[in-house]
């Protein structure tokens, strides 16, 4: 049984095509899901902005009858006005989940550690496990079978490209991720990526040529600076701009969907043209953050319902 999601591994590929399934449900039947999480209270915890990641946890939260409470970092970050793991024991004394955005992935481990109720990553400077949950939810609907896919990441090696990575090698999609010199993906979530890969025939590749992205169904862009790094984005506009999602890089791939998780910079990782032209599936990416989440909240705080 499923008892927190911090990275993702959590789910295995027997595991995450039954999410994502459960998701096409919930998203086509809303009605069927009203009350599947009725009288129960999740915590949303927020270290850093957000809009869709706010909004799509209370909205989706509200739609299966469930309550979800805001919190937002007033007290300063976690840890600093009392100890995560009194957060942990105080909020659990309440509440039927957490759902937290931490800087690092060290509180989420903390908060599940010392909680008894499950708690979810709405991101970290690791991981970005729901995000990749809606990505191949996207995918699994634009393209069905997701196993016969090549996805490549373009840009910065960061959160998002190692929640995708891990989700790819485990569903079976091929992926790479196209990253200049420096800003590779953490070599240890390669590997395991990699090995994960192997065992459900799939492949990781990580490589500094826009050439590796050939041959693509689907490119993702996300921004070249995250959350809490305070480099402004003109500084690294030089290195990244070959990177770039544009039109021209479009066709060199042939990929026929466009993704990115958003908030978007236009004109430095993605163009207008490409957000909002005919391959982009950015709109629909967004909406599925709701139904993904749904689909993993129902699993985890309601399991008999499903
Ligand atoms: N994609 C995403 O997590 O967006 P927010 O930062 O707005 O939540
Ligand atoms: N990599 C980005 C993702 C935002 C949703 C960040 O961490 O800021």
Redesign the pocket.
């Known amino acids: 049984m499923l008892k927190n999601f911090l990275n993702g591994l959590e789910l295995d590929q027997k595991g995450a095509l039954k999410l994502l399934n459960l998701a096409q449900k919930i998203k086509a039947n809303p009605a069927d899901f009203s009350q599947a999480l009725a009288g129960k209270s999740v915590v949303t915890l927020f270290e850093?902005p957000s809009l869709?990641?706010r909004l799509s946890f209370d909205i989706g939260i509200n739609k299966l009858g469930g309550h979800a409470v805001y919190l937002d970092s007033q007290n300063g970050a976690m840890g600093a006005r009392e100890s995560v793991k009194d957060f942990a024991l105080n909020i659990s004394a309440w509440a039927d989940g957490i759902v937290a955005r931490v800087y690092a992935h060290k509180t989420l481990t903390t908060l599940a550690e010392y909680s008894s109720v499950p708690v979810v990553n709405s991101?970290c400077d690791l991981y970005?496990p729901c995000?990749a949950l809606a990505d191949f939810l996207t995918l699994q609907e634009v393209h069905g079978d997701v196993s016969k896919l090549k996805l490549a990441y373009l840009g910065?090696g960061?959160?998002?490209t190692h929640s995708l990575m891990l989700l790819a090698a485990t569903l079976g999609t091929d992926f790479v991720a196209v990253c200049p010199k420096g800003s590779s993906p953490d070599s240890q979530i390669l590997k395991q990526a990699e090995q994960i890969a192997a065992m459900n025939g799939a492949s990781v590749m990580v490589s500094d040529r826009i050439e590796a992205a050939v041959g693509a169904n689907a490119v993702y862009a996300?921004?070249w600076v995250?959350?809490?790094d305070k480099t402004p984005l003109e500084q690294v506009k030089a290195k990244y701009m070959p990177y770039q999602l544009n039109q021209a890089l479009l066709e060199k791939t042939g990929a026929q969907t466009v993704l990115h998780?958003?908030?978007a910079h236009r004109e430095f990782e993605i163009t207008s043209e490409v957000m909002d032209g005919p391959a982009s599936k950015i709109i629909q990416q967004a909406e599925n953050r709701m139904h993904a989440q749904n689909a993993l909240l129902v699993t985890l705080l309601n399991p008999n319902f499903v």
Do not use: A, I
């Open positions: 850093k869709r990641t991101l970005h995000q910065e960061n959160n998002v996300d921004t995250s959350m809490g998780c958003q908030p």
